[in-house]
């Protein structure tokens, strides 16, 4: 049973370049949300998606935006990047109805290097 | 702004020792707190989680005692072991339509041999 997969693993990019980070969820998972961890400190929530669409967004510019396509996998695009961007992105994967609904299981990250 | 609020922000512990992780949470829009325990260059990985309903839970030799009244949670780690040397992220679920989670701030475990 694959878990859940990011791509790529970690990447470079200069100030004002875009990126796209990917994610496969885990099996039977139907539901990515993206978290950003800055060096030291905990995930912050950026949103979710679930049947497509965004269903809720954390505190970040319109700079970050996504796309859960019909396989469930999901993209993170992060447009004008800065310096403060650098972090581990994170997808987490859940099912969001059920007995368990909506525990997460994160995958290993895709490193942001912004310089 | 909800808030998951954790401490120690490290911790040293001698192997065979229970190194004690407090969170306090700030209002009841939360209804699922889970730990995460996160190596370096790793994802975080879910290590144990309780409902609001329970007071104790144990897996294995992780437990976590949860105060409803006081909004604060704990990880227990029995018999430490080096191998636990680790960050360690309490959560907490937002009740609210889709599940976002709120982390803390982690604490950073040393497990000495």
């Known amino acids: 049973d694959a878990g859940v997969t990011q791509s790529p693993t970690h990447l470079i990019k200069t100030r004002g370049q875009q990126v796209t980070l990917r994610c496969s969820p885990k099996s039977g998972h139907d539901t990515v949300s993206w978290y950003q961890q800055a060096l030291g400190q905990g995930p912050q929530f950026i949103f979710q998606?679930?049947?497509?669409?965004?269903?809720q967004r954390g505190n970040f510019p319109d700079r970050f935006s996504g796309h859960q396509f019909p396989n469930y996998s999901s993209e993170l695009n992060v447009n004008a990047l800065l310096l403060g961007d650098s972090a581990l992105y994170l997808c987490?994967?859940?099912?969001?109805?059920?007995?368990?609904?909506?525990?997460?299981?994160f995958g290993e990250g895709s490193w942001l290097t912004v310089v | 702004q909800q808030q998951v609020k954790q401490s120690p922000q490290s911790l040293i512990v001698q192997k065979g020792g229970i190194p004690i992780i407090n969170c306090a949470y700030e209002n009841t829009a939360f209804d699922y707190f889970p730990w995460y325990q996160q190596f370096p260059g790793k994802g975080p990985a879910l290590l144990i989680a309780?409902?609001?309903?329970?007071s104790e839970k144990k897996e294995g030799r992780f437990t976590i005692s949860f105060n409803k009244s006081a909004k604060q949670f704990s990880l227990h780690i029995m018999d430490s072991q080096p191998g636990d040397s680790a960050t360690y992220f309490c959560?907490?679920?937002?009740?609210?339509?889709?599940?976002?989670?709120?982390f803390g701030t982690g604490t950073r475990l040393k497990v000495l041999a």
């Open positions: 309780i409902r609001p309903d329970v």
């Open positions: 959560a907490a679920r937002q009740t609210s339509g889709t599940y976002k989670y709120i």
């Open positions: 998606y679930y049947e497509e669409e965004e269903r």
């Open positions: 987490a994967s859940s099912q969001l109805t059920g007995s368990v609904g909506n525990t997460i299981y």
